[in-house]
């Protein structure tokens, strides 16, 4: 299925590469702490100049990811913190944020609230495309399809463990950019970069002409950079997250402006 789709994530990334730059993706849980300090962390990643938000939708029972995000995840959820309430922000949150924000969610809120209003409802609000963590390749179909048919990208996930079919077929399905899992397991923050992170994009590369961002376990400036000799884009979560655990309370969004602006330096300072 071809890439039809053009948005600010494609402007985004054009943008870096006429610059001869790399991009910073960076995950922040909407709802943590509560839904009016996500304004303010939004704002804050755009004025860190972030070059993709995505957002994460919090989950009860989320698989994938580490202690860091579970534990946002159950702050988000006991604010109350629902889908339809963040996609019911996301129109106020566009009014100040320019980067291209993606939804980071499972399947199974986005199947409870409907395929085709979710699609309606996320296009109506501002928001990029989505990133759909435990949706495979071989059953998205049906949700590529809805997606596209409101302009919004879809992003999908490809692992080490990967086969050649299974790249080849989360690249066709893919569009904005391709995502790549430097390790296998859960999220968070690790003290080296996966080895693997270099064949890993060689192997997508031969599949797509999208950008290829890669994220779990990137945690500084060093392993930003790192990536980004591999990579078109480092994805960080977990370290951005743990910050607003430690330093939100006392330091507010300039906190974690101060921090994310260390790492997008690390990719060659804001976009032009």
Do not use: C
């Not at 995000?69 to 309430?85: D, F, M, N, P, V």
């Not at 890669?214 to 591999?230: K, N, P, W």
């Amino acid at each position: 299925m071809a890439s039809t789709v053009t948005n600010r994530i494609e402007s985004r990334f054009r943008e870096l590469r006429e610059n001869s730059r790399k991009g910073l993706v960076v995950y922040l849980t909407a709802g943590d702490p509560d839904l009016d300090a996500t304004e303010g962390l939004l704002q804050a990643l755009d004025r860190a100049g972030v070059d993709v938000i995505e957002l994460g939708v919090p989950f009860s029972d989320p698989l994938a990811d580490g202690p860091v995000i579970q534990r946002a995840s159950e702050r988000a959820l006991r604010s109350g913190t629902t889908l339809r309430k963040i996609l019911e922000r996301v129109p106020a949150w566009r009014q100040t944020v320019q980067a291209p924000i993606i939804l980071f969610s499972y399947f199974n809120p986005i199947l409870q609230f409907g395929l085709e209003r979710f699609a309606a409802s996320a296009a109506q609000a501002g928001i990029d495309g989505a990133l759909v963590v435990d949706l495979t390749p071989e059953e998205a179909d049906d949700y590529v399809q809805r997606m596209r048919a409101h302009r919004l990208d879809t992003v999908f996930l490809a692992s080490p463990t990967s086969t050649d079919a299974r790249l080849e077929k989360a690249a066709q399905l893919s569009s904005g950019f391709l995502y790549l899992i430097s390790r296998t397991g859960v999220t968070g923050e690790r003290s080296e970069i996966a080895a693997g992170v270099k064949p890993l994009a060689e192997r997508a590369r031969r599949f797509t002409s999208l950008p290829i961002a890669v994220g779990f376990g990137i945690s500084t400036a060093a392993q930003v950079r790192e990536v980004q000799a591999h990579a078109d884009a480092a994805v960080v979560g977990s370290a951005v997250v743990h910050a607003i655990e430690e330093y939100y309370s006392t330091g507010g969004p300039a906190a974690i402006e101060q921090f994310v602006s260390g790492l997008k330096a690390a990719a060659g300072g804001k976009p032009v």
